[in-house]
């Protein structure tokens, strides 16, 4: 067992840095995409608090949220890149404290079209030395060699996090610091506020990261929940991951091994009258990739909803798969949370299928090479 902690852990370290060091370069190049959609502020930042709250337990540290000043109910801006900040931002302050407690304190400002979305990071850690500020958002860059060494890590979290703020119409800034008694950064972000949609336009909850309504318990433990999902995927590892995934958070699953027989087992099913909700394709298969697939689906009037699965993670690849037919993307090595999410964001939303669409498949046209 703890052979494989240790792999494991490691694992999860190296593909740490592969991320930020990919995140970073497409934000270098100018090909990192923000994709806005309605979210509840609130839950978001619970979720987020959730995930975060086992590594400052695991450090013993107090990690609290308070909410300086109402938030909206519902925001439009790009739920992904905003929950990925706070995490790297709240991860940092577990990071660098031993003894205290970590705080997000949030707030929200009327500007003009939209709100100014606010959370201050507040930790109790180490500090940062006045003559390294100036460096903190370089790339590569931790205050000073002690600083690694002890608390590991690549120096490229404030670096990814400040820019993406920045595509975000907001920012990431040092409020304050002194060493031994901690540090404040705050993060801004521009936002659209919503009307809450009702339950009737969308049956599965009030925003596209929302697993649960407001007031209620914990976050819902099965958030794909008779969500009918279809895995074409030719790895066997791979299948069964994705898999243990999809079935322990709800869904009911169907498996395929390539592209030809996704095609076929998602006609067929909506020929039976049980479409499948989601589509999950791998774009690497034999006999016929994903790309084809997709291609032949959409090409037969299919409108229910895919995501592609692909280890490329290079600019264009997503346009490629969206170019195919694919409503979505998740890149491997899988995330489960990242996955979960994206399932529930292509669920949530209203098919783009039109009645004759599925009509038309409905017909039995040949999808057949």
Request: charge should be neutral.
């Amino acid at each position: 067992i703890a052979a494989v902690e240790t792999i494991k852990r490691n694992g999860e370290y190296l593909l740490g840095i592969i991320n930020d060091i990919l995140d970073l370069s497409k934000i270098e190049a100018g090909r990192m995409n923000t994709a806005a959609g309605p979210c509840s502020p609130r839950i978001l930042i619970e979720e987020v608090i959730s995930l975060i709250r086992v590594r400052a337990d695991a450090k013993g540290l107090d990690i609290k949220v308070e909410y300086a000043t109402p938030l909206p109910e519902c925001v439009e801006t790009d739920p992904t890149r905003l929950r990925q900040i706070l995490i790297n931002l709240l991860g940092n302050a577990i990071k660098f404290t031993d003894i205290g407690e970590v705080r997000l304190v949030t707030s929200c400002a009327p500007t003009d079209g939209g709100v100014l979305l606010q959370a201050d990071v507040v930790d109790t850690g180490v500090g940062i030395p006045p003559e390294h500020v100036s460096r903190l958002f370089r790339p590569f860059v931790q205050a000073d060699s002690s600083t690694a060494r002890r608390f590991g890590g690549t120096g490229l979290g404030l670096t990814i996090s400040k820019r993406l703020a920045q595509m975000l119409g907001g920012d990431v800034q040092l409020v304050h610091t002194q060493p031994r008694r901690g540090s404040c950064f705050r993060l801004t972000v521009q936002a659209k506020p919503l009307e809450r949609r009702s339950s009737e336009d969308n049956p599965h909850g009030s925003s596209a990261v929302q697993t649960r309504r407001a007031g209620e318990g914990d976050v819902n433990p099965r958030p794909l929940e008779g969500c009918r999902i279809l895995l074409a995927e030719d790895g066997p590892d791979n299948q069964t991951l994705i898999s243990h995934v999809l079935r322990k958070n709800g869904a009911k699953l169907g498996v395929v091994g390539n592209g030809q027989l996704a095609v076929d087992a998602a006609i067929s099913a909506l020929q039976d009258g049980q479409p499948f909700d989601i589509i999950l394709l791998d774009m690497q298969m034999p006999l016929m990739d994903g790309y084809e697939a997709a291609s032949r689906l959409r090409r037969a009037g299919y409108g229910g909803a895919i995501i592609a699965l692909t280890a490329h993670a290079m600019h264009g690849d997503r346009e490629k798969c969206v170019a195919a037919g694919c409503d979505d993307y998740a890149s491997k090595p899988i995330d489960r949370t990242t996955l979960v999410e994206t399932i529930r964001r292509c669920w949530d939303k209203p098919t783009i299928a039109r009645d004759e669409d599925r009509a038309l498949a409905a017909t039995g046209m040949d999808t057949r090479p």
